[in-house]
């Protein structure tokens, strides 16, 4: 399937199949696909919770109650719930993680490259920190992945369904990610979808391209 057939042709899925899992290979491509996703200065500022068994999916879709009751139904019924959070900080551990992992990938092909990287990361690093825009920063590395890993479920066949109506900060409280130095910013439940899925049978819609470019 090509680039264009997948973005013509994936839909968000509105209900999950709860009988149907994704196959091994398919949950290792998309792991793949989610730690080879790009970032600024490759601060992979991210970590991801992937739920898999009824019972951590339940530990989720138990955050989902008033407002967002609607979401709970497929938190419970996907295969998989991917929960994208962001690191509250990008500290000296993690700066010093990224590098070595770099040098040992052999990105530095002189020894002046590791220095330059080093400086830039920290410059842009300290500039968000300065500017009190790293929270804003980091949150538009972890959309980054999320269009990523929609793109590479529809590749692959997989229904997908992001989510912002989450209450994040019960989500945090759930998963004890505040004291890992971690926070919620969107959902991904990720499986197959049943016959109750209104979206897949409604054709897709978006603007016309005279709407949304201009050439220059």
Known sequence: MNIVEVATSRR?????????????????????????????????PWHFVIAASNTAKEKIAATLDGAYAYNAPKVRNASHVLVMCARTDLEDAHLDHVLAQEEADGRFQVPEGKTIQ???????????RQNQTMDVWIERQIYIA??????AAGALGIDACPMEGIDTHAIDAAL??????RRCIVLVAL??????????????????????????
């Open 118 to 128: 080093n400086n830039t990361r920290r410059f842009f690093v300290g500039l968000h």
């Open 12 to 44: 968000t899925c509105k209900a999950f199949d709860a009988s149907r899992k994704l196959p091994e290979e398919s949950l290792a491509a998309l792991r793949t696909v989610l730690r080879f996703t790009p970032s600024s200065v490759n601060s992979q």
């Open 146 to 151: 999320l269009g990523t890993i929609l793109q």
């Open 176 to 181: 004890g990610l505040p004291e890992q130095g």
């Open 191 to 216: 499986g197959y979808h049943d016959a109750g899925d209104f979206n897949a049978k409604l054709p897709k819609s978006r603007l016309p391209e005279t709407a949304i470019f201009t050439e220059l």
